[in-house]
T-cell receptor, first 114, second 113 residues
């Protein structure tokens, strides 16, 4: 069975500092990995994904994530946080088999202070 | 905005009433998903369809929940009878025929009192 763990319920960072939101996964075969962001009272918005290729994936709003197969991790990063990045972030995984669904982590609340 | 319509956006209903949530995804998708979000349980996959056929409904919590996809452009999630513990945000999501990314609607915010 596939699963996702986001070990931190909340991450606090000062504006301008780098941020990292952690994610580890478990899936059979090659993983398809995703990050989504959710702002208050809104749906989830797609940020970036890793399917294959370069382990460092760049996405929307200056975010990037690094796929580490040996550590089964897919941490979300940004070099310089903005107050507007404050939101709920979800990591998700699915197997490479066609037609499978995304399984989401519990989410990590990112709070960026000015 | 990835072009899906979920309705109603907000619903408050009394316990025991029937609730029907609707989703109209963009054209060109082949997979549709219903997720539920609560504070306690996070995002849970309820059911998903491929080419309008239900593939996995193991996430549907009870027989009170049912979902249909009569055609490629419309799906419903029904709760009958509703209970206060069904209060949550229900998201419809879809994956396009040509991609791997799943896109979410804005959700239906259900409160059962």
């Amino acid at each position: 069975a596939q699963s996702v763990a986001q070990p931190e319920d909340q991450v606090n960072v000062a504006e301008g500092n780098p941020l990292t939101v952690k994610c580890t996964y478990s899936v059979s075969g090659n993983p398809y990995l995703f990050w989504y962001v959710q702002y208050p009272n809104r749906g989830l918005q797609f940020l970036l994904k890793y399917i294959t290729g370069d382990n460092l994936v760049k996405g929307s709003y200056g975010f990037e994530a690094e796929f580490n197969k040996s550590q089964t991790s897919f941490h979300l990063k940004k070099p310089s946080a903005l107050v507007s990045d404050s939101a709920l972030y979800f990591c998700a995984v699915r197997g490479a088999q066609a037609g499978t669904a995304l399984i989401f982590g519990k989410g990590t609340t990112l709070s960026v202070s000015s | 905005d990835a072009g899906v319509i979920q309705s109603p956006r907000h619903e408050v209903t009394e316990m025991g009433q029937e609730v029907t949530l609707r989703c109209k995804p963009i054209s060109g998708h082949n997979s549709l998903f219903w997720y539920r979000q609560t504070m306690m349980r996070g995002l849970e996959l309820l059911i998903y369809f491929n080419n309008n056929v239900p593939i996995d409904d193991s996430g549907m919590p009870e027989d009170r929940f049912s979902a249909k996809m009569p055609n490629a452009s419309f799906s419903t999630l029904k709760i009958q009878p509703s209970e206060p513990r069904d209060s949550a945000v229900y998201f419809c999501a879809w994956r396009t025929n040509s991609g791997n990314t799943i896109y979410f609607g804005e959700g239906s915010w259900l409160t059962v009192v």
